[in-house]
């Protein structure tokens, strides 16, 4: 398998034009916390991540960071710079040591002109963001915490989770802490919710990630509560 075959972003593009795509990349490692761009800066840098965690974030006027998506292995970050005189629209910090493919904008938007098919992912991948931070809107607007958390337990399973070796469980290799910034609560409340679901069979907290054992009960946790 071709290291870029992952990745969305690059989807339906034969090998020749994958080792293509990959000549031009860079590996860039990063330690937790590292800034790799800040919201209004130029999008010169696209990035690739092969394994670690970046949370990407708006800074409001008071200083408060509102994450709006936590990506991870396989994840595209960065997007803004496939477009001409792009701009980021949101910071973007390692939450973890992270090894990531990079590219400048001025050789993505070469290649961009060279494979179709590239233009037309990055289309799409646009798009699918721009339905997420809908999702993501509607869900703080509509849903309860309860609700919340475990909408955003079962994607990340979805997209991230690996087996741990027992029927059905699922792991998410994430704290507590990024999962309470992810939907706009305190580490306290996620703490909270998670131990009585963990009581419930639900989930199981271990260090550094969190296994999913009952999808389904998990899932049913995001159904509004019946009226009295």
């Not at 690059?10 to 916390?33: E, M, N, P, S, V």
């Not at 991540?49 to 292995?73: C, D, E, F, H, T």
Request: charged content about 20%; some cysteine; hydrophobic content about 40%.
């Amino acid at each position: 398998m071709h290291m870029l075959e992952c990745y969305r972003l690059f989807k339906g593009l034969d090998r020749q034009t994958l080792d293509d795509i990959a000549a031009y990349a860079r590996i860039l490692h990063t330690q937790r916390h590292m800034t790799l761009f800040e919201e209004h800066a130029s999008a010169e840098m696209l990035y690739a991540v092969q394994n670690g965690w970046v949370r990407l974030y708006k800074l409001a006027a008071n200083g408060r960071q509102s994450v709006i998506r936590l990506s991870g292995p396989s994840d595209i970050v960065g997007i803004s710079a496939v477009l001409p005189e792009g701009m980021y629209t949101l910071t973007a910090q390692t939450i973890s040591p992270c090894r990531l493919l990079t590219w400048r904008a001025r050789d993505l938007h070469h290649l961009l002109d060279r494979y179709p098919v590239l233009q037309n992912n990055s289309l799409q991948l646009l798009s699918e963001y721009r339905d997420h931070l809908q999702q993501q809107f509607l869900e703080l607007a509509t849903e309860n915490v309860e609700q919340r958390l475990a909408h955003t337990l079962v994607r990340l399973a979805d997209q991230y989770g690996t087996p741990t070796g027992a029927p059905g469980q699922t792991k998410i290799p994430l704290m507590q802490r990024d999962l309470a910034d992810l939907i706009g609560v305190s580490h306290y409340t996620v703490n909270r919710l998670l131990h009585f679901w963990q009581e419930q069979g639900l989930v199981q907290s271990r260090r550094g990630c969190l296994v999913i054992i009952d999808r389904r009960q998990l899932l049913a946790r995001t159904e509004p509560s019946p009226e009295p």
